[in-house]
């Protein structure tokens, strides 16, 4: 498969992305839209929103519709009693019915994974593919973890604004480091001299990152294990080893759960974020494969 090196590139400076606030009967939805054709619905990740196009990187948009929705919590969506997967499932199924569109593929990403997941579970009629990413895909954190306890004192909604603004602030003026640091959080490959368009492309999607809500929710999210038997669309599950973020074994907890799943296993260089670096084309080339119904191999 060729792909166009203009969809491999980070879309973050996209003009023809359209944000909009849709009200509908569970509540109300931020959402982004960009390209026409077959639906791609994306569950971002956490700490992000509906302007967030990392995870768009290889899709046509003559060919797809890309449409993401801030999950609760997170952009201008109200988390209200939306705390739950199965309530964003919910929110989100609304959305897409007063949107007019009848399947998408659903591609879920790192903390959107559950929701995601729930969508598909309990909406089986609205999923023609399921894509999981570096996905979370069962209880994430234990209250005793660290990186739980940093998360409640860093990005809880009264730190949350000040944290991401001396992120950004610092990654102005030390990108590399800035970049280093990070690349710790999200890979267990040896630190190394990070390449210039790598770091460039990891800090232009801390533009938009913003907490408030939606973090201190996703670190409470969970969801029963019959909800992954219940799925039976052609699944993907891509996922490092590599992945300091979200270890490997969610990837391995859904691939036993999920009936018609297939699982790709990576080992690039910047683990969680599949979509940054060398191997970047690899891995996107593999998930269209999946997407356009041709054969992925590992």
């Not at 989100?92 to 007063?98: E, F, G, R, S």
Request: with cysteine; glycine share 6%; charged share 25%.
């Amino acid at each position: 498969m060729q792909l166009n090196l203009k969809y491999l590139k980070n879309s973050l400076q996209t003009k023809t992305m359209d944000i909009n606030i849709l009200k509908t009967l569970k509540g109300h939805i931020e959402f982004s839209d960009t390209g026409k054709g077959t639906p791609i619905l994306f569950f971002h990740g956490g700490h992000s929103n509906c302007r967030e196009t990392l995870f768009h990187k290889g899709f046509d948009t003559n060919k797809y519709m890309l449409i993401t929705p801030s999950r609760p919590g997170y952009g201008y969506t109200p988390l209200e009693d939306h705390t739950t997967p199965e309530k964003t499932a919910e929110l989100v199924h609304a959305l897409i019915n007063d949107l007019g569109i009848n399947k998408v593929i659903v591609y879920a990403i790192s903390a959107g994974g559950l929701s995601g997941i729930a969508f598909a579970a309990i909406y089986p009629e609205k999923v023609d593919k399921l894509i999981l990413a570096s996905a979370v895909t069962k209880k994430w954190l234990k209250k005793t973890d660290k990186v739980y306890k940093a998360g409640k004192k860093l990005f809880n909604p009264r730190m949350e604004r000040n944290t991401w603004s001396m992120v950004r602030t610092f990654s102005g003026i030390f990108p590399g480091m800035i970049a280093k640091n990070f690349f710790k959080q999200f890979s267990s490959a040896k630190p190394h001299n990070l390449d210039k368009a790598d770091i460039k492309e990891l800090i232009a999607t801390f533009a938009h990152y913003r907490s408030k809500t939606g973090f201190m929710s996703d670190l409470e999210h969970d969801i029963p294990n019959y909800m992954l038997s219940k799925i039976h669309c052609p699944t993907l599950i891509a996922h490092s080893k590599n992945d300091k973020s979200v270890s490997f074994d969610h990837a391995e907890h859904a691939y036993k759960q999920i009936p018609n799943a297939q699982l790709l296993t990576l080992e690039n260089e910047w683990g969680h974020l599949f979509w940054i670096g060398k191997d970047a084309t690899e891995t996107i080339t593999k998930i269209l494969k999946f997407v356009e119904n041709e054969k992925t191999t590992e």
